[in-house]
């Protein structure tokens, strides 16, 4: 394959992420140990690299290393939604003004389309200005590895991190290079090798990723599945995984949570439901899609003992696709007064959407009349064009004003760049 035609990825991948969102506009912590917590503060989601050198592991509980925390004095945050989803926001932006092409890989990462760019420039000068570029405009560090495919793009950002005299830069172009440092990655390192993937390729006595790359694809294809033969490929630097530049349509739409307290009132478990529902339908409008089926479910703790536990999901389909909060909301109250049973201390409920179709495409039923509201969509817009300005909000009355079954965030930071009231205040 000639130079003008040889596929370029960059991944880029911030570095730590939730936690230095809540560094950011903290410079009293930027040497001190800082982990987020999950869900009702339950366990460790994120770490700062002086929590991870202090040897606590990911999605550890918090009760168990409470001594550790006091001992090494680690500031522990809430999970910040708000912050996380708006810095990220910021990063991608610079990384779609730098690249024609790029595909936002998760909340932290997105591979960028460099191809044909190493004919007008150095692919390690170009990413070394975009990291400092996203460095300088937003505060947030990030690793950069370049390759000709997304694998090997991986591995390179993975060696970015782990080796600091990079710079935070791998470029991956060149084969040799590839070789030397697909001998010094372990095998469970490499993208899409799970865990019992793993343990069945060492016991084959495939150890690195540079084994993995020297296997043979047919015989890897037939012991285990085609997606592991493509792995092979790409580790060769055969580009077998295309750029996804736009998000593929949702499926479902699910809206959840655990909560702070086990719920045993039958009107705060309606109204977490109804918050729920309302949720799932502005993410619904968000997707521009009509949804056919609700579901909603209600569980107690299966780990409590001396309790009994019960949980139940029961699904209505629609006569007629709707994106109408009023609705939906309908559908789920009716669904949770037939799932709902007194006596028991409830810890989670939810609501999932599905069975989408587009504006204008379903079919409606012959045999039942049309109930879409009047002006339901310019009703809808407005709401939501209400609550997205950050400027105020509209909220049914079957959520509730002030629920006591919220999630526990004893720990959350301000939403720093997303509410005026929370703005930094510099003395």
């Known amino acids: 394959m000639s130079e003008a035609n040889q596929t370029v990825f960059a991944l880029v991948d911030c570095n730590n992420f939730y936690a230095s969102c809540e560094k950011l506009f903290r410079p009293d ?21 002086e929590v991870k050198a202090l040897g606590i592991k990911m999605g550890v509980p918090m009760f168990q290393v409470q001594d550790e925390i006091k001992r090494h004095g680690i500031v522990c945050f809430s999970s910040n939604y708000a912050l996380y989803a708006d810095l990220s926001n910021r990063v991608m932006t610079i990384l779609e003004e730098e690249a024609p092409q790029v595909e936002v890989y998760s909340i932290d990462e997105a591979f960028m389309d460099l191809t044909g760019l190493g004919l007008v420039t150095d692919l390690w000068s170009f990413a070394t200005k975009v990291k400092a570029k996203v460095d300088r405009w937003t505060g947030i560090s990030v690793g950069v590895g370049i390759a000709p495919t997304k694998t090997l793009a991986k591995l390179a950002n993975h060696a970015a991190k782990k080796y600091p005299a990079t710079g935070s830069v791998v470029d991956l172009m060149n084969p040799e290079r590839q070789k ?25 006595g495939i150890q690195t990723a540079l084994d993995l790359a020297n296997a043979d694809a047919k015989s890897i294809r037939n ?62 409008r968000g997707e521009r899609r009509l949804c056919g089926v609700v579901s909603v479910f209600i569980r107690t703790s299966p780990h409590i003992k001396n309790e009994p536990f019960y949980g139940k999901t029961l699904s209505v389909e629609l006569p007629n696709p709707t994106d109408d909060t009023r609705d939906l909301l309908d559908v789920s109250n009716e669904i949770f007064q037939r799932i709902w049973r007194a006596g028991f201390r409830y810890m989670k409920a939810g609501v999932m959407l599905a069975d989408f179709y ?29 609550k997205h300005s950050g400027l105020g909000n509209v909220f049914f009355a079957s959520q509730g004003g002030s629920p006591q079954w919220s999630m526990k965030r004893e720990h959350l930071s301000p939403s720093y760049t997303t509410k005026w009231a929370e703005l930094p205040k510099v003395w």
């Open 358 to 386: 587009e504006h204008g495409v379903s079919q409606p039923d012959l045999f039942r009349t049309d109930r879409t509201k009047h002006n339901s969509k310019a009703l809808m817009t407005v709401v939501d064009t209400i």
């Open 29 to 49: 912590l930027k040497h001190t140990p800082v982990a987020v917590l999950s869900n009702n503060d339950g366990c460790i989601v994120a770490r700062s690299k």
């Open 223 to 284: 012991e285990f599945s085609v997606v592991l033969e493509r792995t092979i490929r790409e580790l060769n630097g055969v580009s077998c995984l295309e750029l996804e530049g736009l998000q593929p349509t949702k499926q479902q739409i699910i809206c959840s949570r655990s909560f702070g307290y086990k719920v045993t009132d039958k009107q705060e478990l309606r109204e977490a439901v109804a918050k729920y529902t309302t949720r799932a339908a502005e993410k619904l």
């Open 180 to 204: 030397r440092l697909l001998a010094l990655v372990d095998v469970a390192d490499v993208w899409g090798v799970g865990r019992r993937t793993t343990a069945k390729l060492k016991a084959r």
